[in-house]
């Protein structure tokens, strides 16, 4: 089974702070991808990376960087974390364009 | 530009009813997929169906039903005689294939709760 581990279950966090969510996938998947979910908006695309050292804005990029040095590896950072980034992360993965996600545990990170 | 639409918020039935979770879509893509996915209390999404849009054959998995009609942009997914363990967040989901279109879209989810 495809297993996309996410570092935090859980994950406070003060304004300004540097904060660095992890994700790891054991299926030698090339794409990988960060989204957030809030109530009334579904998932939401922040960042993605079909490849290695390679990355591209999703919907949502303002406040967020990632970095995706190893191919089984995609941390998503926010710079200074702010009250508005208060939400559920969820990472994915996938073996090729066109095929399903799949999903990590997700982080919900609130921000005080 | 890709939309996925779910209108129902929140449906609640009593156990052993049938349920219908909606979702209708827009793309431009001629070639594009659709998904469901299940979001139980643990939070994480579970995969159900992935549907291209050349096959709009009905598919059924055991209690699960999936409608696909391209001439009303709907996917459709039924639950028959519903149990607790559906009690979920469900997702309808859609990526196309070009660059561009390729990420999944999602709609805003479906929250269905079945009470005993």
């Known amino acids: 089974d495809v297993k996309v581990t996410q570092s935090s279950r859980y994950l406070v966090k003060r304004t300004g702070e540097k904060v660095f969510l992890e994700c790891v996938q054991d299926?030698?998947?090339?794409?990988m991808f960060w989204y957030r979910q809030d109530p009334g908006l579904g998932l939401r695309l922040i960042y993605f990376?079909?490849?290695?050292?390679?990355?591209e804005k999703g919907d949502i990029p303002e406040g967020y960087s990632v970095s995706r040095e190893k191919k089984e590896r995609f941390s998503l950072i926010l710079e200074s974390a702010s009250t508005n980034q208060t939400s559920m992360y969820l990472c994915a993965s996938s073996f090729h364009r066109g095929y399903g996600y799949t999903f990590g545990s997700g982080t919900r990170l609130t921000v005080v | 530009a890709q939309k996925v639409t779910q209108a129902q918020t929140e449906i609640s039935v009593v156990e052993k009813e049938d349920v219908t979770l909606d979702c209708v879509y827009e793309?431009?893509?001629?070639?594009?997929?659709l998904f469901w996915y299940k979001q139980p209390p643990s939070g994480e999404l579970v995969f159900l169906i992935r549907r291209n849009s050349f096959d709009e054959q009905n598919e059924i998995s055991g209690r699960y039903s999936w409608n696909f009609q391209k001439s009303t942009s709907s996917f459709n997914f039924t639950i028959t005689a519903s149990q607790v363990v559906d009690s979920a967040v469900y997702f309808c989901a859609l990526s196309g294939a070009s660059y561009n279109t390729d990420k999944l879209i999602f709609g805003t989810g479906t929250r269905l709760q079945v009470f005993p």
């Open positions: 990376s079909y490849d290695v050292k390679m990355k």
């Open positions: 299926m030698d998947h090339e794409n």
């Open positions: 793309t431009r893509d001629t070639t594009y997929y």
